[in-house]
């Protein structure tokens, strides 16, 4: 399927995936992806046949991590914000005043949680994987009932939520 503004559309087993790319990498992946008006790369192309091929294998189980460059842009706090979280690991979660503290700014957390949302990568650059102090789960671009998901297929989603 293609969508206008995208350079490529991928079904999954949670919805319409659109992802452009540009010959550094991935610069967006999101769900439920809308019409838009750009000009579609053609220099990313082979970047977005490895992440097609990846988001499958994650999808049925058989891959933890991705190996795609990404190729995101946004300002510095959110950059930095984007690749700690490129540092939760596949099966774990961290809050939000987690990342704040990591960041050496423990009042943050809320800051840290706007970088998050604005994440224009998901499930590469993990958002999925931050959730609230008291282990609930907390907004998600994808909505609430993707972001359950991806927890429960990495085997992460919180106890406290079976």
């Not at 706090?77 to 960041?103: D, E, K, N, S």
Request: with cysteine; glycine share 12%.
């Amino acid at each position: 399927m293609s969508l206008p503004g995208w350079d490529l559309c991928i079904d999954s087993p949670l919805g319409l995936l659109g992802a452009t790319a540009s010959a550094e990498g991935v610069t967006r992946l999101c769900f439920d992806p809308a019409p838009r008006e750009r000009a579609v790369h053609r220099d990313g192309a082979a970047h977005l046949a490895r992440l097609e091929r990846q988001l499958g294998e994650y999808f049925a189980g058989r891959r933890r991590q991705f190996e795609v460059p990404l190729a995101a842009s946004g300002n510095p706090f959110q950059t930095r914000v984007w690749a700690l979280l490129q540092t939760i690991g596949y099966g774990q979660t961290r809050a939000y005043g987690a990342l704040a503290r990591a960041l050496d700014r423990p009042g943050a957390a809320r800051a840290v949680g706007l970088a998050n949302g604005q994440n224009p990568i998901a499930i590469l650059v993990p958002c999925h994987r931050v959730i609230g102090a008291s282990g609930a789960l907390t907004g998600y671009a994808g909505g609430l009932p993707r972001k359950r998901a991806l927890l429960e297929l990495e085997g992460a989603l919180p106890a406290s939520l079976f």
